[in-house]
């Protein structure tokens, strides 16, 4: 059984900074791309950040050169450093891997359970 948990999310100001964090624990062969993604209140879930098993990273526009994806595959581990936050980045965040549990077995999607980030003065 594998776990992906979040942490890091709260509330802060318009301009301040965040750095989310999520941990995979469990029965862990590989973990391939680890994204970060979010959903608002009445939207679609948007795809934020990824960060390849290679170390290639991606981001969507509207976070481009203030979102920082990261990870350390020692500690089975990503995260998103958020700087000049803006009430429009207000969502719950969350961590989704691609993890192989054994050799012989096709990778498949795990997700956390999110974290809440609201950006509001």
């Known amino acids: 059984q594998v776990q992906l948990v979040e942490s890091g999310g709260g509330l802060v100001q318009p301009g301040g900074s965040l750095r989310l964090s999520c941990a995979a624990s469990?029965?862990?062969?590989?973990?391939?791309?680890m994204h970060w993604y979010r959903q608002a209140p009445g939207k679609q879930r948007e795809l934020v950040a990824t960060?390849?098993?290679?170390?290639?990273?991606s981001y969507t526009d509207s976070v481009k050169g203030r979102f920082t994806i990261s990870r350390d595959n020692a500690k089975n581990s990503v995260f998103l450093q958020m700087n000049s936050l803006r009430p429009e980045d207000t969502a719950v965040y969350l961590c989704?891997?691609?993890?192989?549990?054994?050799?012989?077995?096709?990778?498949?999607?795990?997700w956390g359970q999110g974290t809440q980030v609201t950006v509001s003065s």
């Open positions: 989704n891997a691609n993890i192989r549990t054994n050799w012989g077995m096709p990778p498949i999607d795990y």
């Open positions: 469990g029965s862990i062969f590989s973990i391939g791309a």
């Open positions: 960060s390849s098993s290679s170390g290639s990273t």
